[in-house]
């Protein structure tokens, strides 16, 4: 009996020793979301903060002359992920290119494009427009040329024969006259098929004679 009882009290107290362990474990388990190393989903107010960085912007170049090309503003803007698509020359009622359209691919790219002028010397300037501006404003992909100096008694048969041996739109063929700071002009713009058929109409035609007057031919983009 003493043995027994000595055997039950020994139990008894290996019981109350394992008692307090399963309470410190069973405080001691936390749900693993606590602790999870995930990113947590972003509140309304995060995502309102936040300066979105995707998305198409849209911008306008100014002080650019009538040589500057895509070319040029491509180079200038390395890095901002560009082609010839994302430009289009903004051209006054005499064809005066006034700014260079820029389609961004992102906010991050424009950023980009802020700080490279400011480090370039701010040759041109650049500001911010919405899609709209940039949907109005038609382009030419240089497919298109002005003739510059038509002369006033011209007929588009004159300009027909002026163009021999390109490959135009007949069609297309519009005659006007513009005011310039040299006056009134005549002008006619032609379009064409392909850049490559525009560009051989000016390296063959540019300051040639039409009725006995000097034409300017001028690449329209």
Request: hydrophobic fraction near 35%; include cysteine; glycine fraction near 4%.
């Amino acid at each position: 009996m003493r043995q027994l009882s000595r055997a039950a009290m020994k139990w008894s107290r290996l019981i109350e020793t394992a008692q307090p362990n399963r309470r410190l474990a069973s405080t001691s388990f936390v749900s693993p979301k606590l602790f999870s190393t995930e990113a947590s989903e972003p509140t309304s107010d995060d995502q309102f903060l936040r300066t979105p960085t995707s998305g198409l912007v849209y911008g306008k170049l100014a002080n650019i002359t009538k040589h500057t090309t895509k070319s040029d503003i491509i180079n200038l803007l390395e890095g901002c992920d560009l082609n010839p698509e994302n430009l289009k020359v903004e051209y006054n009622r005499s064809y005066f290119p006034l700014s260079m359209m820029v389609e961004f691919p992102s906010r991050s790219a424009y950023d980009a494009a802020l700080r490279t002028i400011g480090r370039k010397g701010r040759l041109y300037n650049i500001s911010k427009v919405d899609k709209a501006e940039w949907d109005t404003n038609a382009p030419y992909d240089g497919k298109a040329i002005l003739l510059y100096g038509i002369p006033r008694n011209a007929l588009i048969d004159d300009v027909e024969r002026f163009l021999s041996g390109c490959r135009y739109d007949s069609s297309s063929i519009e005659m006007f006259v513009r005011p310039t700071n040299q006056g009134l002009v005549r002008m006619a713009l032609v379009r064409f098929p392909s850049q490559a058929l525009a560009m051989h109409a000016y390296i063959t035609k540019n300051r040639g004679f039409c009725l006995n007057d000097q034409i300017t031919v001028h690449v329209l983009h």
